[in-house]
């Protein structure tokens, strides 16, 4: 039977990577509807305005689910890392303070004037109501990614009797791998919402929907994932720096490198063996990984046998990064791809239609697998340097872990199920229906009413 | 004023009190939607949307106030956290689990086939009565001092059925002062039942309470702070004989006085609160470990007390405004 911590780790991992799914989409989601709401706003045409109602919905869908998800990761904290909070809560209690009470508030409270009050505030209250709930997610991402930037590299602490205490509040924020981390998880959820939004309306395309709105926010997101898939590829190319400097093992086992070497290869597919500390079946190119990571021929990449006993387990750290990088790739292609049929208001085909399709959660598969590639690469540590996480763990009986793992695993498969059929049903539906209601009494400034007229298919 | 909050041997007080807010806070206001969930009507669809839209706006926002409340215990008393939270890990799962169910209900029922949308009424029925329930019983439990016996189990059970009716009551007072029509002489007589039976519990709570807690019986009895903390069960049972003489004259011409359940209801919890906070200070964990025990170190403290001096005033402006955006009868939920 499984241990403990394993269990424990576990079933962090299983409710924080169910929860991630959907913060994932909010943060960036919230910033496009606060965009066509403020080209609602500017120009007063109901094609905005339909693409506002019918990703709303969607927004309010997934932003429940995080919330519900997210509230559990405040009790695991004390029940199952019990040595977490004891090691270095004068760090991460105040950041998660600050979470709370800078973007959890926010963000909940104007959920329901952004929601249900389109009729019931001023026009620029609603906005400005967008606009707080799409700040307050990111607020949220900032804080959350501080404490686990300085988990990775801790900073402007001090150790007193094996307690963390806060010497410089700026060097904990700003710790060393904090605007990488920052910035690569904001383009991820970019991305993520880009190819949700593009997958989602290919499939209103694909069932015959006649309106505008879906070929709209078609085109937004392709636009979009044109321009920020390889902005990403580069901020992750300086991510992967960082943490070259600061975690060398993690990279290691990344990249396979088991020997200190010059003039690494990259290696493109391979079985990593840690019984025997070599890959096998390596299919790779000669002294790539060596350039890509020090911009250098010869450089030199430390190998994992320089870190043994001290370094992440290799397969899942080496196999998640070429799957994040695969997707990441992909997306670039496709987005370009797209992006070139759809020039000069042209059509895409069916085929990109179902590439697009197959596509909508594909971000989800990506931002999972970088997510195990950076906090697996952390292990053995919990915070580097600093706790293990195999001393952090708590005493509750294995058997109670058990239990409450495999109810959460049943209760997350069961929604995410749910979560994935709601939105197919949700389009197939804004293919029939109007979401602007004939009887429907418009208060908003610069609504013209005989546009809507005009443009009944808008 | 200042310098006594950021002094360093009250900064545990000032957080014991922050904490004891969100938490108040907390049950006040998920207590209403919590109860609505509880007391959804099964026979009526059209009563169970206008029950829900009048929660609609509200509910992931009441929620927040739970992780800021545990959130405050786990930053500010992280020791406590662990050891409250690991003696009642099973409960407390079993209430996440209602709470994820209820919450995500709430969002599919109006997005799914009609078809299935009884089912999500049916999970958002049995998600809030699942979290009242568990809920109650970690009360129960805390109070019984966490540790697990037939006796303590007995008492958490009570209690859990006790917290369910007293946010069914709290919900029932919600739905008089926001519905109107069949849907309001419902809720006037769920109240009636609930607040009988939340009286009796209430009651009931006042005299175990000190017999297995002699600390407690100690403190009630001995002045000064004894006639104050007798004050408030009086203040209590005040407001349960006066809302029912109201709930009896519910409704009146005009709405007037709809607000007045949910207004004294609000008493009721504060009272309740208080009385238990009083009992136990400066415990956080009973018996066990003091508040100054837990209490993480001062700088960090400080620098969440700066931060929280700023931002709870908007927090506090911005939720005025969002209920006020949503005052008045509730109407049907459009996203437009």
């Known amino acids: 039977m499984l241990d403990v911590l394993m269990l424990s780790r576990i079933q962090f991992a299983a409710n924080i990577s169910f929860h991630i799914l959907f913060p994932t989409i909010t943060i960036a989601l919230g910033w496009l509807l606060f965009y066509f709401k403020v080209r609602f706003d500017l120009s007063g045409h109901p094609v905005w305005m339909r693409a506002y109602r019918f990703w709303v919905k969607v927004f309010a869908l997934t932003f429940a689910l995080g919330v519900v998800s997210g509230i559990t990761m405040s009790f695991q904290f004390g029940t199952n890392w019990p040595g977490f909070m004891e090691t270095i809560g004068n760090i991460a209690g105040p950041l998660l303070a600050y979470e709370i009470l800078t973007a959890f508030f926010l963000e909940a409270t104007l959920l329901g004037v952004m929601l249900f009050g389109f009729n019931r505030v001023p026009a620029w209250a609603h906005t400005l109501s967008t606009f707080l709930v799409a700040f307050g997610t990111t607020m949220s991402a900032f804080w959350i990614l501080v404490l686990n930037s300085w988990m990775q590299t801790p900073a402007g602490f001090e150790m007193r009797d094996g307690v963390a205490h806060a010497t410089d509040w700026l060097a904990i924020i700003f710790n060393p791998s904090f605007p990488y981390r920052f910035s690569h998880t904001l383009l991820s959820s970019a991305l993520t919402v880009c190819f949700v939004v593009a997958g989602i309306s290919a499939y209103r395309l694909w069932r015959g929907d006649k309106k505008r709105a879906p070929r709209v926010t078609l085109k937004t997101a392709i636009l979009s994932a044109a321009l920020l898939a390889p902005l990403q590829a580069f901020v992750g190319d300086l991510h992967g720096l960082n943490t070259l400097e600061h975690q060398p093992q993690k990279v290691a086992a990344m990249e396979g490198v088991w020997e200190t070497q010059k003039g690494a290869d990259l290696l493109l597919f391979a079985i990593p063996d840690e019984e025997t500390r070599e890959n096998k079946f390596a299919i790779a190119i000669p002294n790539f990984a060596s350039l890509i990571l020090t911009h250098e021929w010869d450089g030199e990449i430390k190998g994992l046998n320089d870190f043994e006993g001290a370094h992440p387990p290799v397969k899942p750290v080496f196999y998640g990064f070429r799957i994040m990088v695969g997707i990441g790739l992909l997306m670039i292609m496709v987005a370009w791809w797209c992006s070139w049929s759809m020039r000069g208001g042209r059509s895409l085909s069916k085929l990109q239609l179902k590439v697009l399709m197959g596509m909508t959660f594909s971000g989800w598969i990506a931002t999972l697998a970088g997510w195990y590639v950076t906090e697996i690469g952390r292990q053995p540590y919990l915070v580097s340097g600093v706790l293990k996480t195999a001393d952090a763990v708590t005493t509750i009986a294995s058997e109670n872990v058990l239990l409450t793992l495999i109810v959460y695993l049943i209760v997350y498969a069961v929604l995410l199920v749910a979560y994935i059929r709601t939105l197919f049903l949700m389009a197939r539906r804004a293919v029939e229906l109007e979401d602007i209601q004939p009887h429907e009494r418009v208060t908003q400034k610069g609504f013209n009413p005989s546009l809507n007229q005009q443009e009944a298919h808008a | ?336």
């Not at chain 2, 890990?89 to 709430?106: E, K, Q, S």
């Open chain 2, 1 to 336: 004023m200042i310098d006594w909050l950021f002094a360093d041997q009250n900064l545990p007080v000032v957080f014991a009190v922050l904490m004891a807010v969100a938490i108040l806070v907390y049950a006040i206001l998920d207590g209403y939607d919590l109860g609505v969930g509880i007391l959804l009507p099964m026979d009526a669809a059209p009563q169970r949307d206008t029950a829900i839209a009048s929660i609609g706006p509200f509910w992931d926002a009441n929620e927040t106030w739970l992780v800021l409340a545990i959130g405050l215990l786990l930053v500010a008393f992280p020791a406590a956290h662990s050891e409250i939270l690991r003696a009642l890990y099973l409960p407390a799962t079993l209430m996440l689990i209602g709470l994820i169910l209820r919450g995500v209900a709430f969002d599919f029922r109006a997005k799914v086939a009609v078809t299935e949308k009884h089912r999500w009424d049916r999970a958002f029925k049995a998600g809030s009565i699942i979290s009242s329930m568990s809920q109650g019983f970690m009360l129960g439990m805390y109070v019984m001092g966490l540790e697990y016996t037939w006796l303590s189990i007995s008492f958490a059970l009570l209690s859990g059925i006790g917290v369910t009716t007293a946010y069914a009551l709290i919900g029932a007072s919600w739905l008089i002062m926001k519905t109107d029509g069949d849907l309001q002489l419902r809720a006037i007589k769920w109240a009636k039942k609930a607040g009988v039976i939340s009286f009796v519990g209430i009651l009931l709570v006042c005299f175990i309470n000190p017999l297995i807690n002699p600390f407690v019986f100690e403190r009630w009895l001995t002045p000064p702070l004894g006639y104050f903390i007798n004050a408030i069960p009086l203040l209590c049972f005040s407001m349960f004989a006066m809302g029912y003489q109201v709930l009896k004259r519910l409704p009146l011409a005009d709405h007037q006085g709809d607000w007045l359940p949910f207004a004294m209801t609000t008493i009721v919890f504060i009272c309740c609160f208080a009385g238990l906070a009083l009992s136990f200070y400066p415990y956080v964990v009973p018996q066990q470990l003091t508040i100054f025990d837990t209490a993480s170190a001062p700088e960090s403290l400080r620098i969440m007390l700066v931060g929280s001096l700023f931002v709870l005033p908007m927090i506090i402006g911005y939720t005025v405004f969002a209920y006020f955006a949503f005052r008045g009868k509730a109407q049907a939920l459009n996203y437009y």
